[in-house]
T-cell receptor
Framework: GAVVSQHPSRVICKSGTSVKIECRSL??????MFWYRQFPKQSLMLMAT?????????EQGVEKDKFLINHASLTLSTLTVTSAHPEDSSFYIC?????????????FGPGTRLTVL | GDSVTQMEGPVTLSEEAFLTINCTYT??????LFWYVQYPGEGLQLLLK?????DKGSNKGFEATYRKETTSFHLEKGSVQVSDSAVYFC???????????FGKGTTLSVSS
């Protein structure tokens, strides 16, 4: 099946620094990518919807200036956590919607574990 | 707003036991319903889905029936295997093309 990769899989950074997470669709084109955040023993919470070539749509309560999303191509979306703080530590997961498949087809990346010290 | 509630885990079973993971939802209209599975170290994978009332989704011996009258989509398997050990997420999508709304996930551990 279709593959979505995320890089890095795990990152540890100091408070105040910025971290970029990449989400790539490896064998299909993704016009839409979704970014989720998962806390321990919690469900995946949608952060934003990223459409290729346009600005991301953020969910209520998600700071767009803190979580910068860029969907520059049909195979790559990036999430940058700016001026990270310990409360940003979490598991970040992306999913990509296959442009050529039915609307119900979304593929998930393996996630990125962010730890802010 | 739309939401999904699934049973708390972990669920611990012996091989060949019967599995049920309960899932109920709240949504306006007629959502599509999904079960995703996440094996250790891997991303979420679609296990099965149902797009309208009374539909039954099935895959790899798992099945779930879309019950609109009880707003439920319980996951069942008649005989689990050790390889079924994973985290299972129930999810819904209210409208085509929109993001999924997930339950908290249920960890299943199967021992031989």
């Amino acid at each position: 099946g279709a593959v979505v990769s995320q890089h890095p899989s795990r990152v540890i950074c100091k408070s105040g620094t910025s971290v970029k997470i990449e989400c790539r669709s490896l064998d299909f084109q993704a016009t839409t990518m979704f970014w989720y955040r998962q806390f321990p023993k919690q469900s995946l919470m949608l952060m934003a919807t990223s459409n290729e070539g346009s600005k991301a749509t953020y969910e209520q309560g998600v700071e767009k200036d803190k979580f910068l999303i860029n969907h520059a191509s049909l195979t790559l979306s990036t999430l940058t956590v700016t001026s990270a703080h310990p409360e940003d530590s979490s598991f970040y997961i992306c999913s990509a919607r296959d442009k050529g498949a039915s609307v119900d087809t979304q593929y998930f990346g393996p996630g990125t574990r962010l730890t802010v010290l | 707003g739309d939401s999904v509630t699934q049973m708390e885990g972990p669920v611990t079973l012996s091989e060949e036991a019967f599995l049920t993971i309960n899932c109920t939802y709240t949504a306006t209209g007629y959502p599509s319903l999904f079960w995703y599975v996440q094996y250790p170290g891997e991303g979420l994978q679609l296990l099965l889905k149902a797009t309208k009332a009374d539909d039954k989704g099935s895959n790899k011996g798992f099945e779930a029936t879309y019950r609109k009258e009880t707003t439920s989509f319980h996951l069942e398997k008649g005989s689990v295997q050790v390889s079924d050990s994973a985290v299972y997420f129930c999810a819904l999508r209210g409208q085509a093309g929109t993001a999924l709304i997930f339950g908290k996930g249920t960890t299943l551990s199967v021992s031989s």
